[in-house]
């Protein structure tokens, strides 16, 4: 259970590094370029499901044969610098809640793949993390396809609410 912590912390890691390097850059996604780039995807779109399926099952496989855990741990820290990169390009916000729906479940896909891997070269029982792992990474690319899409379409087209403390709602810009 100790190497899923540090497999997790090490996504976080790299995914909160490549935002705060996008942060001092100044080319960010306008809300026409955002809204042109999503509103085109049907919902859910299962092309993108089996992009992200075969995509995240390869990177999954390199966890697992991966020999070395100061090898994982580089490669899932690059692999999240990337992730986050790629995702603050939208922007901060939008960027966050592109990740926040299925990252999670997709990192901890990842670390229980790692761990297997890991157990595996031990030469330990890794079946149990193993098909947790895949199942998690299953489940989180059927919400990046479906309710993810749904969702930043959603903010992209209606706006950013916060609710204020006086019981009405102010519209946030999130570009």
Known sequence: M???HL?????????FTGFILCQFQEKNMSAEVAHASISDIPI??????????????????????LNDDKARITVIFLASL????????????????GIALHGPLELLGFSFVASAGHNYWEHRRFLKNLSIGVMLIAVSALIESSVSLYVLFHFIRN????????????????L
Not at 7 to 14: D, E, K, P, R, W
């Open 2 to 4: 100790r190497r899923i």
């Open 159 to 174: 706006g950013f609410y916060w609710l204020r403390s006086n019981g009405t709602f102010h519209k946030a810009y999130i």
């Open 7 to 15: 497999y997790l912390l090490s996504f976080l890691f790299g995914i």
């Open 82 to 97: 990337l992730a986050g990169i790629e995702a603050s390009s939208f922007g901060l916000v939008l960027g966050l809640v």
């Open 44 to 65: 859910p779109d299962y092309s993108l499901l089996k992009y992200v399926l075969v995509r995240n099952y390869v990177f999954a496989s390199i966890l697992f044969l």
